[in-house]
């Protein structure tokens, strides 16, 4: 070995020499590239987290008295942590932990958002048109937005062919999805509209398995005579209850089928242009000025200024909308989608909690209602949960 450690250039690697601080390499002081440090194993959750350091040689968590290859100052890919005594090394970090509950708890207020815009658009429209409601919610949505898109990425981003799935994501929601939903509201009140809307994930199913022949387990089939039989339960109505047509269902579900079909093409733009707030920047802004010069060319320009009783309801249900928007992102980039999308599904059952508080003297909530949202709510679950 002594010779060795007077070799030429082509045996450096062969003369280690031991210390407290590492194996070292011989010249200058560079770790053994057979001993650095690659980081965790592939597919291991919590990377970040994980204590201690992995030893590429045998795939086992080093003692304490086993001295560590890395040189000082170097910092382990990933941001491996110091290793901590009684920690599992396959464990989450705690950190990571608080992220997910934390993404889980975005997703329920952003549920609640959606559940609050629809209430004061309740209340709003009963001095005014639903356009008004409608073209201030986009505008609200649009302009902030766009201020952080501007702020924040180059707009050279949107040279990308992808933005063409995004302007048609646009002509249909929010632009023509929101239309439906609140004409719902107006017609069937929010108690009812509110669980039918949330029964996109039924149309993403059969949108899925007759355009992009999927097959779908059983257990996605299970979720979905959930989501009929809740549809039969919210549905079912009572003699002293408000006269409402059969065919006002048309509007709850055309809006979960159009939001359904819009998601698809979202997500299909999302594979190629990966950022979610320039993506629903551009579709708010197709929606409004698609809405806008919808209006212009039947001359109802006008509907789109709300009374002065209304004007507070829909600017605070528009600020909802938005928050809920970008709290939706939040949640579905901190958190897994498996989890957050049932979570965000709970908004019919805030809708009829907030409606039971704040529209008693207009709409009633039966128990045939609440039962037929926890069964909308349990199938959404079961199909996200496949």
């Not at 329920?108 to 201030?136: E, H, Q």
């Not at 019919?348 to 709510?377: D, N, Q, Y």
Request: proline share 8%.
């Amino acid at each position: 070995m002594a010779n060795r450690k007077k070799s030429g250039d082509g045996c450096w690697w062969l003369c280690p020499s031991r210390s407290r601080k590492g194996i070292i390499g011989h010249r200058a002081g560079r770790p053994d590239p057979e001993l650095r440090d690659p980081g965790p194993p592939p597919g291991l959750l919590g990377a970040r987290g994980v204590s201690g350091a992995w030893n590429p040689q045998n795939h086992k968590q080093r003692s304490r008295r086993t001295p560590d290859p890395r040189p000082r100052g170097y910092s382990a890919p990933g941001g491996l942590a110091p290793r901590q005594r009684g920690r599992d090394p396959h464990e989450a970090a705690p950190h990571l932990v608080c992220e997910g509950k934390m993404a889980e708890v975005i997703a329920i207020l952003s549920a609640v958002g959606w559940a609050a815009d629809a209430i004061l658009v309740r209340k709003g429209a009963r001095t005014s048109s639903i356009v008004a409601a409608a073209f201030l919610s986009y505008l609200a949505s649009a302009l902030f937005l766009w201020s952080y898109l501007l702020a924040s990425f180059p707009l050279r981003l949107l040279r990308s062919p992808a933005v063409l799935y995004f302007v048609l994501s646009g002509s249909l929601q929010p632009l023509l999805a929101r239309i439906l939903y609140y004409e719902a509201i107006m017609r069937l009140g929010v108690s009812r509209a509110g669980p039918l809307r949330g029964s996109d994930p039924l149309f993403a199913l059969l949108l899925a398995v007759l355009l992009l022949g999927e097959r779908p387990p059983l257990s996605v089939y299970g979720g979905t005579g959930l989501i009929i039989g809740g549809v039969w339960l919210v549905l079912a109505r009572r003699g002293s209850e408000p006269d409402w047509r059969v065919l006002d269902i048309i509007y709850p579900l055309g809006a979960a089928l159009v939001s359904a079909t819009s998601q698809n093409l979202r997500r299909a733009g999302l594979l190629v242009f990966p950022y979610p707030v320039a993506a629903a920047a551009l579709s708010t802004m197709t929606s409004l000025l698609l809405f806008a010069l919808f209006l212009a060319v039947l001359g109802k320009i006008h509907l789109a200024k709300p009374h002065k009783q209304s004007f507070p309801y829909f600017s605070a249900a528009a600020l909802f909308a938005t928050s809920a928007q970008l709290l939706n992102f939040a949640a579905l980039s901190r958190g897994e989608v498996s989890v957050i999308i049932p979570l965000l599904n709970t908004t019919p059952l805030f809708t009829i909690l907030l409606s039971s508080l704040f529209l008693r003297e207009s709409e009633k909530v039966t128990p045939s209602i609440v039962a037929g949202a926890l069964l909308m709510v349990a199938g959404v679950v079961v199909i996200a949960g496949r």
